[in-house]
């Protein structure tokens, strides 16, 4: 049967180290990845307000400053080689609550995909691609689309008392090699087309 696999956004397609670490030399903070610049800002005065605004300025006007995780696109075209179904579910709110100005989140992640070549190249639908307003309503998404596997940066997702069952839960660690691993791990068939 043709696997339907699911794809978190935020960290787990989009890498945000590089844009954190602009955004926090850009207030005299040095730090090269997110977690780090998170840890950093807060300890500043006014730090978590300044960390929210961060955030705000990341995933709305700042977002085309995210990368593509390594080993992504392989990833794609080998699970699109070996006929899998693939979808991006993504607990994403429209805007901050902290500001109206510029983009809306999800206007910001969807231009950022679309140069990145996710409905072209890589032959995503813009039909495939769903972002909720809550952690609920993500994995809610997840059971209704039957997926057999949902890929996560975050362990909570796969914790929710409503994440389906039938639906294999898989781990994204955010490292370089985890988008090749994957791929090996899920379509070796496509591994060993590549290594030929
Ligand atoms: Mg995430």
């Given at each position: 049967m043709p696997l339907r696999i699911g794809i978190d956004f935020d960290n787990t397609i989009a890498c945000y180290d590089r844009l954190f670490a602009g955004l926090a030399a850009e207030m005299g903070v040095v730090a090269t990845a997110k977690q780090a610049v998170r840890d950093a800002v807060r300890a500043l005065p006014r730090g978590e307000t300044r960390w929210r605004e961060m955030q705000a300025l990341a995933y709305g006007p700042r977002m085309g400053e995210a990368t593509l995780f390594a080993g992504f696109t392989d990833f794609v075209r080998a699970a699109k080689g070996q006929g899998a179904t693939l979808y991006i579910v993504s607990h994403k709110t429209e805007r901050s609550n902290l500001t109206n100005a510029g983009p809306s989140f999800r206007t910001a992640a969807r231009d950022w995909m679309t140069g990145l070549g996710f409905f072209s190249v890589m032959g995503f639908a813009r039909n495939a691609v769903f972002f909720e307003s809550t952690r609920?309503?993500?994995?809610?998404?997840?059971?209704?689309l039957k997926l057999t596997h949902f890929i996560d940066d975050l362990p909570e997702v796969f914790a929710e008392p409503a994440f389906p069952a039938a639906t294999t839960a898989v781990a994204f660690g955010g490292g370089p090699e985890d988008w090749p691993a994957l791929a090996a791990h899920l379509f070796p068939q496509a591994a060993r087309e590549f290594a030929a």
């Open positions: 609920e309503e993500k994995v809610a998404r997840i059971a209704t």
